[in-house]
């Protein structure tokens, strides 16, 4: 009876916090930042990934939603695996921003489940679970992430945050004897942020690396190391077929993203870097823009929130007042090196950081990796997640010191009401400063949007958007070439030569990358592909050819091989799950 009634509190205060979180998701339609962001750029991807899902590709690597046609290759550079269920959603009929509105709520939902879970795990409390996925699920980052930046890869990366966190716990602290399963919720956090937004692993990687170092020197038998290994190398092994296409267009194709130089790049995460004193201000409305020419007013907010930082006060006293036994004792170093770590990555997300290009080689080298995440204020989801590890961890302590325990409900509960009333005030004064998305279909090929593209980063260096729009065109281009017919399916052009003079070439409707190849009944050798200033496609045409001719876009064997390994990856997994189960069955039989 008394657990029914301890999980009935569970149910109903985990379904409260999910109604909150999703207040902005009950509007009839789809609220937008009034300051834009990202949430058309996504609901492109969406559209693209139902289309070519509908147009036969799978995997979908390049999507034909965005600039009118002509092919962009968002799915090979930005992990959509997750987006697909809203992608199969438009597919059957809903509309993009109803799919993107059940995406929303299933996130929100995955990331209560997922960060009570751990919570509960690793501190072998109920109510610690509870505050754990209050705290992180209304974390302000997290929320302005969500909502006010539409950042999917981000946030979804962020759902991934702490299943990384217990699989590290687990592989130094809680299997000693045996090996576990903590390697399989390592490689689930890896494998999930790298799909989901790989700007992410930059984020995620300096804080891990520490930690691992850490938990080394406390626990360095063989087997943690083959837990680390096998977690690392499956990792890789799941994301192959993501991690060879992204590495082989980011080696051989001359994109925007990786035009920058090492100075342009620090100078440009120097200009977005925030004041040390916007991480401590309160109830800001959740609005605005990332503009270093705009004052305080205009900013986005980029507080942490009140209850995250109350939960270090929290450690420092729980420290004070424990007994100090030796899981205490743990919890205390973790929380020590939790508080200095987030200390490192708060100093780095601010302006008091030398974000600039200096005089050192190394300094330059170095920073320049890091600031390939372009703001430094996205550290702010690193650092939520820790702060949210040593309030825990600070309650987790005043649990076990004697004379103070009758104060940790109190205070969870306080927290948590604290950080709902932070949360509902972020979420409040975000839809107040929103508009409806409208319908995206009509608005599908509004020059305003960028055609899906924003900023166009991963169009070819010279490629401009806006003259790539002025002078876009639906039908090939053909010169010193007669064409008796045109067809166009997505990736794949079939033409149809009546004749072909000298030099003749034919511009049609799609970008030029990588793996597109032309197929021809005869003289096949003799065709070639090149870009133009504008980097479209041009088809060379042998002189005198007539007949047929396809062009489409054909995976390398590379890449096959990436996916091949990926899902007996997979099946190798599901199968030695099974094989577990199967014994454990077996056993109890016995």
């Known amino acids: 009876m008394h657990y029914s009634k301890r999980g009935k509190i569970t149910v109903i205060a985990l379904l409260v916090l999910l109604l909150v979180v999703d207040i902005p998701m009950y509007m009839s339609y789809l609220p937008i930042s009034t300051t834009g962001h990202d949430l058309v750029f996504h609901l492109y991807r969406i559209q693209g990934i139902a289309d070519a899902l509908r147009q036969g590709q799978f995997p979908v690597r390049v999507q034909f939603s965005q600039l009118n046609g002509y092919g962009y290759p968002v799915s090979v550079l930005y992990g959509d695996l997750l987006l697909y269920p809203a992608g199969i959603l438009c597919l059957i009929g809903l509309s993009v921003t109803t799919a993107y509105k059940v995406f929303v709520l299933l996130i929100n939902a995955a990331t209560i489940l997922i960060t009570f879970f751990v919570g509960r795990k690793m501190f072998s409390s109920i109510s610690l679970g509870i505050l754990a996925a209050y705290l992180w699920t209304l974390a302000p980052y997290r929320l302005e992430d969500l909502y006010l930046r539409a950042s999917v890869g981000e946030y979804t990366a962020l759902m991934f945050f702490p299943v990384l966190a217990y699989g590290l716990y687990g592989i130094f602290l809680r299997e000693t004897g045996e090996f576990g399963f903590s390697w399989l919720w390592t490689t689930i956090g890896c494998s999930g942020i790298m799909i989901s937004h790989t700007v992410s692993i930059i984020l995620v990687f300096p804080v891990a690396f520490v930690f691992v170092i850490v938990g080394l020197v406390h626990n360095h038998s063989i087997i943690v190391w083959k837990r680390l290994a096998v977690s690392g190398v499956i990792s890789i092994a799941l994301t192959a077929w993501f991690i060879v296409p992204f590495l082989d267009f980011y080696k051989n194709v001359n994109m925007k993203v990786g035009a920058l130089t090492a100075e342009e790049k620090m100078d440009f995460a120097a200009l977005h870097a925030i004041q040390p004193s916007q991480l401590f201000m309160l109830f800001v409305p959740m609005k605005g823009a990332s503009d270093p020419a705009a004052d305080i007013a205009q900013d986005m907010p980029f507080g942490v929130g009140w209850t995250l930082l109350s939960g270090v006060l929290l450690f420092i006293i729980a420290i004070i007042m424990?007994?100090?036994?030796?899981?205490?004792?743990?919890?205390?170093?973790?929380?020590?090196?939790?508080?200095m770590t987030t200390g490192c990555v708060l100093f780095a997300s601010t302006s008091a950081f030398h974000w600039h290009f200096s005089r050192f080689a190394i300094w330059n080298e170095v920073i320049s990796i890091v600031a390939t995440i372009q703001f430094p204020w996205r550290l702010l989801g690193v650092a939520s997640a820790l702060l949210v590890l040593?309030?825990?961890?600070?309650?987790?302590?005043?649990?076990?010191?004697?004379?103070?325990?009758?104060?940790?409900?109190?205070?969870?509960?306080?927290?948590?009401?604290?950080?709902?009333?932070?949360?509902?005030?972020?979420?409040?004064?975000?839809?107040?400063?929103?508009?409806?998305?409208?319908?995206?279909?009509?608005?599908?090929?509004?020059?305003?949007?960028?055609?899906g593209v924003m900023s166009g980063e991963y169009l070819p260096v010279n490629a401009d958007v806006n003259t790539l729009i002025a002078n876009q065109s639906k039908y090939p281009d053909p010169v010193n070439v007669s064409l008796s017919s045109y067809e166009k399916k997505g990736a794949t052009i079939d033409l149809e030569i009546a004749d072909a003079s000298s030099n003749g070439e034919i511009t049609v409707p799609l970008l030029m990358y990588p793996h597109y190849?032309?197929?021809?009944?005869?003289?096949?050798?003799?065709?070639?592909?090149?870009?133009?200033?504008?980097?479209?496609?041009?088809?060379?045409?042998?002189?005198?050819?007539?007949?047929?001719?396809?062009?489409?876009?054909?995976?390398?064997?590379?890449?096959?091989?990436?996916?091949?390994?990926?899902?007996?990856?997979l099946f190798a997994i599901i199968a030695g799950g099974v094989r577990r189960l199967f014994i454990k069955a077996k056993r109890q039989l016995r």
């Open 517 to 569: 190849t032309v197929r021809a009944e005869n003289a096949v050798s003799q065709f070639s592909l090149s870009a133009n200033r504008d980097g479209v496609m041009v088809i060379h045409v042998p002189d005198g050819y007539k007949g047929h001719v396809t062009v489409s876009f054909v995976e390398p064997v590379s890449w096959r091989i990436g996916e091949t390994v990926s899902m007996l990856s």
């Open 322 to 339: 424990i007994d100090g036994n030796d899981q205490s004792k743990n919890w205390i170093k973790i929380g020590i090196i939790s508080v």
């Open 390 to 451: 040593i309030a825990c961890i600070g309650i987790c302590l005043l649990k076990t010191a004697n004379g103070y325990r009758v104060l940790a409900v109190p205070v969870m509960a306080l927290m948590i009401a604290l950080c709902t009333v932070e949360g509902g005030v972020a979420i409040t004064t975000w839809l107040q400063n929103t508009e409806p998305v409208g319908d995206f279909s009509s608005s599908e090929f509004k020059p305003t949007g960028n055609y």
